[in-house]
């Protein structure tokens, strides 16, 4: 199957700061790659829609200057927690979906973000 | 706003025994998705359903996809302890192009 890579797994950060999170096609272009968080025990929350060449599209009630997307590439897409906080602490997961492949998406490890 | 309905929430049964995991929407799918996660890590897909009606099996579990493209079931067959994890199903929604999570069934398999 296609290939997502995640970076950084962890991460430990003082709040106030901001922490930038790598999401890798490594053998496929995406044209479309998604953020989700995920609470402890609890589903994928979609975030948004990082879309290549053009402005990620939030999902509501999530602060678009908080989480900034940059699909600069076909292969890569970045979430920067801007001034992070405590609660900002979650599981963040990338995914992309292989061109023609229907509705299949192939997700990064996830990345583990801890605010103190 | 699409929502996905996924039941039981948590289930613990013994080895041997068999489990349904359902997934329900108001809405119609364009595809649906099942996924097993582990902790700690990104959910690894275990089947996609496109067309009302599909049945698909992967050795001891059966996907299906309702006739009217708004449900699925995961049913699994002679549970083992290595079946244990959280499964989830996932929606797309042909008006919406974006692929959302249902709640999660949590499974544990008693030795």
């Known amino acids: 199957g296609a290939v997502v890579s995640q970076h950084p797994s962890r991460v430990i950060c003082k709040s106030g700061t901001s922490v930038k999170i790598e999401c890798r096609s490594l053998?496929?272009?995406?044209?479309?790659m998604f953020w989700y968080r995920q609470f402890p025990k609890q589903s994928l929350m979609l975030m948004a829609t990082?879309?290549?060449?053009?402005?990620?599209?939030?999902e509501q009630g999530v602060e678009k200057d908080k989480f900034l997307i940059n699909h600069a590439s076909l292969t890569l897409s970045t979430l920067t927690v801007t001034s992070a906080h405590p609660e900002d602490s979650s599981f963040y997961i990338c995914s992309a979906r292989v061109m023609g492949a229907a509705g299949e998406l192939f997700f990064g490890e996830g990345s583990r973000l801890t605010v103190l | 706003t699409q929502l996905l309905e996924q039941s039981p929430q948590f289930l613990s049964i013994q080895e041997g025994e068999n489990l349904t995991v359902y997934c329900n929407s108001s809405s119609v799918f364009s595809s649906l998705q099942w996924y097993r996660q582990e902790p700690g890590e990104g959910p690894v897909l275990l089947v996609t359903?496109?067309?009302?009606?599909e049945v698909k099996k992967l050795k001891r579990l059966t996907f299906q996809f309702g006739d009217a493209r708004k449900d699925s079931s995961l049913h699994i067959t002679a549970a083992q302890p290595g079946d244990t994890g959280l499964y989830l199903c996932?929606?797309?929604?042909?008006?919406?192009?974006?692929?959302?999570f249902g709640s999660g069934t949590r499974l544990s398999i008693r030795p």
């Open positions: 990082s879309n290549e060449g053009s402005k990620a599209t939030y």
């Open positions: 996932a929606g797309e929604f042909s008006s919406a192009s974006k692929i959302i």
């Open positions: 053998d496929f272009q995406a044209t479309t």
């Open positions: 359903v496109v067309t009302g009606g």
